[in-house]
């Protein structure tokens, strides 16, 4: 079969497309067409160039991210729920951190030589704040919120919940609205526990949810927990797996659970959606989660059965209990 450069070119466009849902979030052009509006009602409320808004808009409307229909333009179903800023469930701000977060342009002068430069570092500060919405949006808070009710029977009942590097502290949030007279530790470096406590006030909660200050790796975490959260933090672990497991475990009650959220691989071969997300961090010094066996053999070791595999949002995750 004749050979074709064909994808190379496909992924030019894909870029392009990119760039164009980027350009439009910074632009903000969603949050003026959810009402079917004429070319000269958006510049009357934004401003801008007549010409080069024309181009632009046609561009939105080529990629299916609006419509048209005579002479007025409009929001897909999708772009008004998630991209206007006039919705409760607006992620542009997220999408466009996010792309921030990974990216990966001029990364090659590190590949090159690791020493010569410095690359931003992952901003968690940043990260716990655009998080929080985005985990009402995705659907992590519905699906954690669904977990829960199923593994905890008495509402009213205290229960013992600890975050570790629990971040925008959303889950303990949502753990003590359902569980009112439970209370939750969220576990945080000092740089971003101030958010997690700014979040937790803000929802009022300070009486409840308390804020521990730290780097799990070395610190003390507490005990008597009937649940423990460690979502997305296994890259930063840099001790031993075992090790690291066993602490959990021995902070847990009997029966109490360890909820794990994250992307683990059975060998060196990450799939595409992690790699191209995360290449930015391992570039930067980020050490890979450990692998799905090693996690496997941890978890025996410090006496943590396996309840069920989970979906939380966009993510994987896992239930285990302590005791088998
Ligand atoms: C990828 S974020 C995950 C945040 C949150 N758990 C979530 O699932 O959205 C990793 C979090 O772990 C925290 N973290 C990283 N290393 C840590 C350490 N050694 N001790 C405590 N927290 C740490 C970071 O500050 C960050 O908030």
Redesign the pocket.
């Known amino acids: 079969m004749e050979l074709k450069p064909n994808i190379y070119y496909k992924t030019i466009l894909q870029y392009r497309e990119a760039e164009l849902l980027f350009e439009a979030l910074k632009l903000d052009i969603f949050s003026y067409l959810d009402e079917p509006t004429t070319l000269e009602e958006f510049l009357k409320s934004t401003n801008y160039d007549k010409e080069n808004t024309k181009y632009f808009l046609s561009a939105l409307l080529s990629c299916g991210y609006i419509e048209k229909n005579n002479l007025t333009y409009c929001n897909t179903k999708c772009s008004k729920l998630y991209l206007s800023k006039n919705s409760s469930k607006y992620i542009g701000k997220a999408i466009l951190f996010r792309e921030k977060l990974g990216s990966i342009s001029n990364i090659g002068d590190k590949v090159k030589d690791n020493s010569l430069v410095q690359h931003d570092k992952l901003d ?1 500060l940043e ?2 704040e655009i ?1 929080h919405d985005e ?1 009402y949006v995705t659907g992590r808070v519905d699906d954690f919120n669904r977990e829960i009710k199923q593994l905890f029977s008495d509402k009213y009942r205290n229960y013992k919940v600890l ?6 502290g959303v ?1 303990s949030i949502e753990f003590i609205r359902n569980f009112p007279n439970s209370t939750a530790y969220v ?3 000092p ?2 526990a101030c958010i997690s406590k700014k979040i937790i006030e803000k929802n009022d909660m300070q009486d409840r949810i308390f804020v521990l200050e ?4 070395v610190d003390v975490i507490g005990d008597g927990y009937d649940l423990i ?1 460690a ?3 296994f ?2 672990v840099n001790m031993d797996i075992t090790k690291f497991i066993c602490k959990l475990s021995d902070a847990l009650v009997l029966n109490g659970y360890l909820l794990i ?1 994250g992307s683990f691989f059975e060998n060196e071969e990450y799939h595409k959606e992690h790699m191209l997300n995360w290449l930015k961090g391992y570039i930067n010094g980020m050490k890979p989660a450990p692998k799905k066996s090693e996690l496997k053999q941890s978890m025996q070791k410090a006496n943590l059965s396996l309840k069920k595999r989970i979906k939380v949002g966009l993510f994987e995750g896992e239930l285990r209990r302590k005791g088998w």
């Open positions: 968690f990260l716990a998080v985990m975050d570790l590097g629990g971040g925008s889950l576990f945080e470096t740089e971003v730290g780097d799990f790796n959260i979502s997305g933090i890259n930063f959220i």
